[in-house]
């Protein structure tokens, strides 16, 4: 038997796929040829290493995109009044799955390998890029400074409470935050829930108001805003002391309604005794974010947010962020505290941490607020709904949370 050292047949040899006889040819063939035998040890190093880059790891926990299967499936569970048989997950890949997926994962990365250029090897140390041959350019046209027109300001979000709405992160890379996002209360919604017997007017549910109801305490990254404290002395120096002005926390966890989204949960906390004026600015990377939206809030060139942290207050809002890569690198929140700027806090997005409890929550108020609003149709519906209440129920839930599930239930039984 004749091969030439690109021959799918010695991938087929390297899995197993072929007969006796004709496994028996192709080992003969390489046997007696160099090239076969560099071309195999090829294959074979290509195929241990995607091996190993899609070993299963093991997990006693779900991880989020496993979850949002399950909701998924509760969803057309709920929809259709049957039951769908969901397998359960013991381990992580099948047997059988495994010598499928090297097939075809051994066979798209040795085409792929093969199809590269070639490329010298990389020297370790300082190299230089092969140079271009530079193109000579015609020179741009004068500029008249009479009528020159001055470099457009980058766009910034100001938000004030409306319809919802996401925007492109390259036209919008700073999302300005209010400190102050409106009054806790959920009087209107029960009245309208539970005395009228009908859903509340789309255009008046506020769902950062409903929101900030409930005390919400992040697990994230949590930044701490300090200055200087003051005291007496002739010539007003001070002793190194620093008190306490501001706390800002994040956490993330995939959008419960978008699980290829992630949402940014961002809780802002003022003293316990004083004011302070504070300014939160999110900074999206362009690089890795398509699209961004504070929810309940709406895009508006004109105004400002709050900027007022009122003492023993605290805000938390929510961003839902529409990746572009796989990347973990989301962007940054920036923040300032009567002037001086504080710790800044880097977003990242990673689908193995756990969310708490109070994300949980949280992410399933935003999912009632949004479906009271009408808005995100056709992702939020009665099925999801029912799918998070479940998940974040307990024994030991608060009181006030307790109630809340309730209230769903009856909404959606209007």
Same mark, same amino acid.
């Given at each position: 038997?004749k091969?030439?050292?690109?021959?799918?047949r010695?991938?087929?040899?390297l899995?197993?796929?072929?007969?006796?006889?004709?496994?028996?040819a192709?080992?003969? !063939?390489? #046997? =007696?040829d /160099? %090239?076969?035998?560099? +071309?195999l040890?090829?294959t074979? *190093?290509?195929?241990?290493?995607l091996?190993?880059?899609?070993?299963?790891?093991?997990?006693?926990?779900?991880?989020?995109?496993?979850?949002?299967?399950?909701?998924?499936?509760?969803?057309?569970?709920?929809?259709?009044?049957k039951?769908?048989?969901y397998?359960i997950?013991?381990?992580?890949?099948?047997?059988?799955?495994?010598?499928?997926a !090297?097939? #075809? =994962?051994? /066979? %798209?990365?040795?085409? +792929?390998?093969?199809?590269?250029? *070639?490329?010298k090897?990389?020297?370790?140390?300082?190299?230089?890029?092969?140079?271009?041959?530079?193109?000579?350019k015609?020179?741009?046209?004068?500029v008249?400074?009479?009528?020159?027109s001055?470099?457009?300001?980058?766009?910034?979000?100001?938000?004030?409470?409306?319809?919802?709405?996401?925007?492109?992160?390259?036209?919008?890379?700073t999302?300005?935050?209010?400190?102050?996002s409106?009054?806790?209360?959920?009087?209107?919604?029960?009245?309208?829930?539970?005395?009228?017997?009908?859903?509340?007017?789309?255009?008046?549910?506020?769902?950062e108001?409903?929101?900030?109801s409930?005390?919400?305490?992040?697990n994230?990254?949590?930044?701490?805003?300090r200055?200087?404290?003051?005291?007496?002395?002739?010539?007003?120096?001070?002793?190194?002391?620093?008190?306490?002005?501001a706390?800002?926390?994040?956490?993330?966890?995939?959008?419960?309604?978008?699980?290829?989204?992630?949402?940014?949960?961002?809780?802002?906390?003022g003293?316990?005794?004083?004011?302070?004026?504070?300014?939160?600015?999110?900074?999206?990377?362009?690089?890795?974010?398509?699209?961004?939206?504070?929810?309940g809030?709406?895009?508006?060139?004109?105004?400002?947010n709050?900027?007022k942290?009122?003492?023993?207050s605290a805000?938390?809002?929510?961003?839902?962020?529409?990746?572009?890569?796989?990347?973990?690198?989301?962007?940054?929140?920036q923040w300032?505290?009567?002037?001086e700027?504080?710790?800044?806090?880097?977003?990242?997005?990673?689908?193995?941490?756990?969310?708490?409890?109070?994300?949980r929550?949280?992410?399933l108020?935003?999912?009632?607020?949004?479906?009271?609003?009408?808005?995100?149709?056709g992702?939020?519906?009665?099925?999801?709904?029912?799918?998070?209440?479940?998940?974040?129920?307990?024994?030991?839930?608060?009181a006030?949370?307790?109630?809340?599930?309730?209230?769903?239930?009856?909404?959606?039984?209007?």
């Amino acid at each position: 038997m004749k091969l030439h050292p690109e021959d799918p047949r010695l991938t087929a040899y390297l899995l197993g796929e072929l007969g006796p006889e004709e496994s028996a040819a192709v080992e003969s !063939a390489i #046997a =007696a040829d /160099a %090239a076969l035998q560099s +071309a195999l040890r090829e294959t074979e *190093s290509v195929r241990d290493l995607l091996t190993n880059t899609f070993a299963p790891a093991s997990s006693d926990q779900l991880l989020p995109s496993q979850r949002a299967a399950v909701l998924q499936a509760a969803h057309q569970a709920d929809l259709s009044g049957k039951t769908i048989p969901y397998p359960i997950i013991a381990g992580s890949w099948k047997p059988w799955l495994i010598p499928l997926a !090297a097939a #075809a =994962a051994v /066979a %798209a990365g040795i085409f +792929a390998i093969k199809q590269a250029p *070639s490329a010298k090897p990389d020297v370790v140390g300082t190299t230089e890029p092969e140079k271009k041959p530079s193109v000579s350019k015609p020179a741009p046209p004068p500029v008249n400074i009479e009528t020159a027109s001055a470099v457009p300001p980058v766009k910034q979000e100001i938000f004030n409470p409306s319809s919802p709405g996401s925007v492109a992160a390259i036209d919008y890379p700073t999302l300005d935050l209010p400190v102050l996002s409106g009054k806790p209360d959920l009087s209107s919604l029960t009245q309208s829930i539970r005395t009228e017997r009908k859903l509340p007017d789309r255009d008046r549910v506020r769902l950062e108001e409903i929101l900030n109801s409930f005390p919400i305490r992040l697990n994230g990254v949590t930044a701490i805003a300090r200055a200087p404290k003051p005291v007496w002395h002739p010539d007003n120096r001070q002793d190194g002391l620093t008190t306490h002005t501001a706390t800002l926390a994040t956490e993330t966890l995939p959008c419960p309604w978008k699980p290829s989204a992630t949402l940014l949960l961002v809780s802002i906390r003022g003293n316990a005794t004083d004011d302070a004026g504070a300014k939160v600015v999110f900074h999206p990377n362009v690089k890795a974010v398509a699209r961004h939206h504070l929810l309940g809030f709406t895009t508006k060139e004109a105004g400002e947010n709050p900027t007022k942290l009122a003492a023993r207050s605290a805000t938390t809002l929510a961003i839902e962020i529409e990746p572009s890569t796989a990347t973990g690198d989301l962007g940054s929140v920036q923040w300032t505290v009567n002037g001086e700027p504080a710790t800044p806090v880097s977003i990242t997005r990673s689908g193995d941490n756990e969310p708490s409890d109070d994300a949980r929550f949280a992410a399933l108020v935003c999912a009632y607020a949004q479906w009271l609003a009408g808005s995100q149709q056709g992702l939020i519906d009665a099925a999801l709904l029912s799918a998070l209440s479940r998940e974040v129920s307990s024994v030991d839930l608060s009181a006030d949370r307790a109630d809340f599930l309730k209230l769903i239930g009856e909404s959606l039984k209007l």
